[in-house]
């Protein structure tokens, strides 16, 4: 094996461990959302060439309400759809949309853009305690 072939082994080698990284890494992460006085799960999302946060973690079975704050006029994100949750709703811009729905099991339930360009997921688990758990699971307790 020639130092070319080394090389391009060790670089093939570090973008599959970036590319695992990069679509699983993320899974662990995501935002909490806080339930209130009633229990309704709130979280704040930023639309603004994306989702931010991107992935927001709930307890299946309770009430979730997602505030869209759509900080921009460009039309990419100008409606938000749930498709497992049969939601399809306009977001004006510099305005919140406000998005209420029960999550009825656990699992992902995926948003997009109207044209699939911007994704976003909630991710609803069984009871509160796990949702925390998981959180943290993130990058930075590693080891
Ligand atoms: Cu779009």
């Not at 890494?25 to 994306?50: C, D, F, L, T, Y």
């Not at 811009?93 to 948003?111: L, N, R």
Request: hydrophobic letters at 40%; a neutral charge; proline letters at 6%.
């Amino acid at each position: 094996m020639s130092l070319t072939d080394l090389a391009v082994v060790l670089v093939g080698a570090a973008l599959i461990a970036w590319e695992l990284w990069f679509f699983l890494g993320p899974r662990r992460g995501g935002e909490a959302a806080h339930p209130n006085r009633s229990g309704v799960q709130e979280v704040r999302i930023v639309v603004k060439g994306g989702y931010n946060p991107d992935t927001i973690l709930v307890e299946a079975g309770r009430p979730v309400r997602l505030h869209f704050y759509r900080d921009e006029t460009a039309e990419c994100s100008e409606r938000v759809v749930f498709e497992s949750l049969n939601i399809d709703e306009a977001l004006p811009a510099f305005e919140t949309k406000t998005i209420e729905f029960i999550p009825p099991t656990p699992g992902d339930y995926p948003f997009r853009c109207g044209m699939s360009m911007l994704r976003g997921r909630v991710v609803a688990q069984q009871g509160r305690d796990s949702a925390r758990a998981n959180l943290g699971k993130g990058h930075h307790k590693h080891g």
